[in-house]
């Protein structure tokens, strides 16, 4: 299963120092991760989702998206995708990587995961996850997303944001570009977004597949109490609003 990746990044522990000591918060962003031609099939598969029944969307003062979290809704190669990510091959993989100690658990409900796509004007506003699982009340512990927008420029943009634990600055930001994976640790203060809306084409969405890891238990220096997904304004004064924003059906990434 390991030809899904591509061969320069097999062996994870290369990679370790650079995820455990990037700011603002423990993550590593990969380009041309997975194999091109298995990940081109997995986008010729992805659906409208607008345009299919039971997908979730979304459309409030905090975000404008779309998701749909079903295997049915997972075709032939997008199947061999994510088995090969829900796998104890990748989980080690994640394990090395990350250097938790703590045994990580994939979701085969793909609560919160799945498919998502934003369409021009659509937006993620800043936030921390949710950091326990609705159903198994797992931690949660790592997000993996996995970019599939070809010919995306960054004046459309979309760019995922990282910002700094006091909220002061924006630390990094990613253009979402085909094939390029960004993997990272999720905590009460691990804020990240998009949160400004989309300049893309009518014709072009941002779209991307997300995928959640969980442990049971965490480490005592982590806030281990339960909460839903947590927004924030980006702050333009020293007033910082905090928002226990409740989710009832998907969380956002």
Not at 108 to 137: C, M, Q, S, V
Request: glycine letters at 4%; hydrophobic letters at 35%; charged letters at 25%.
């Amino acid at each position: 299963m390991l030809e899904i990746l591509n061969t320069k990044y097999h062996d994870s522990d290369k990679y370790s120092e650079l995820y455990k000591k990037a700011m603002p918060f423990p993550h590593i962003v990969f380009d041309n991760f997975f194999n091109q031609d298995l990940l081109e099939a997995v986008l010729k598969e992805f659906p409208d989702l607008k345009n299919i029944d039971k997908s979730l969307q979304f459309h409030n003062i905090y975000e404008k998206k779309l998701a749909a979290n079903s295997e049915l809704f997972f075709k032939e190669n997008t199947k061999k995708l994510i088995y090969f990510l829900n796998s104890s091959i990748f989980l080690n993989w994640l394990q090395n990587l990350t250097g938790i100690q703590e045994t990580l658990i994939s979701d085969p409900y793909f609560f919160g995961g799945g498919f998502h796509e934003i369409k021009r004007d659509g937006f993620l506003k800043l936030h921390a996850d949710f950091n326990k699982h609705k159903t198994t009340n797992l931690d949660r512990r790592l997000n993996i997303l996995i970019y599939l927008n070809h010919n995306w420029k960054d004046e459309y943009g979309g760019g995922i944001e990282f910002w700094s634990k006091d909220l002061k600055n924006c630390e990094v930001r990613e253009i979402p570009i085909f094939n390029k994976v960004v993997i990272f640790s999720t905590t009460s203060d691990s804020f990240h977004g998009h949160p400004d809306p989309l300049k893309c084409p009518e014709n072009m969405s941002r779209k991307s597949i997300a995928l959640y890891y969980y442990s049971n238990g965490r480490p005592e220096n982590e806030t281990n109490e339960n909460h839903n997904t947590l927004f924030v304004d980006r702050p333009n004064n020293d007033n910082l609003k905090l928002i226990n924003y409740l989710r009832l059906l998907v969380p956002p990434i």
